[in-house]
């Protein structure tokens, strides 16, 4: 039983029917016709014009070390309590503000250190960071 005519060669067709390929080309050559020239009718705008250099103004860090007897060391340099107070006000007045690194030593009383906090945020200092040596 077989329906219509049906060759008896039982072959897979090995060739692309190029009809629908071509239909869909042209149908795209039409859209890209029709866009183009829509997309060429722009307005005109004066924009700004805006430099990219990079800002040069970098404030240097402040290094407050508390070592084991408790005595404060700016940037390598020993300084009293009182001191400590003055010195964070005046780097707090400044614009762009320094970060305020503190080194605290191990054995050092936990009590120094809270005392440096409380002058830092008393003066103003917004960026306090700890600086930690890795477990090895």
């Known amino acids: 039983m077989a329906f219509g005519t049906q060759d008896d060669s039982d072959e897979v067709m090995n060739e692309i029917n190029m009809t ?4 869909v080309m042209l149908v795209l050559l039409i859209v890209f016709i029709i866009t183009v020239p829509v997309m060429k009718h722009a307005v005109n705008v004066d924009l700004p014009r805006a430099s990219n250099e990079p800002e040069v103004v970098k404030p240097q860090n402040i290094s407050l070390s508390i ?62 960071g700890f600086v930690t040596e890795p477990e090895r």
């Open 20 to 23: 629908p390929l071509v239909d």
């Open 67 to 128: 070592d084991a007897q408790g005595q404060y060391h700016w940037n390598k340099e020993a300084i009293s309590d009182e001191q400590l107070v003055e010195r964070l006000k005046a780097e707090a007045a400044k614009d762009p503000q320094p970060d305020l690194h503190i080194h605290g030593d191990k054995q050092v009383r936990y009590e120094r250190v809270a005392k440096a906090m409380a002058a830092a945020q008393t003066s103003g200092i917004r960026k306090i």
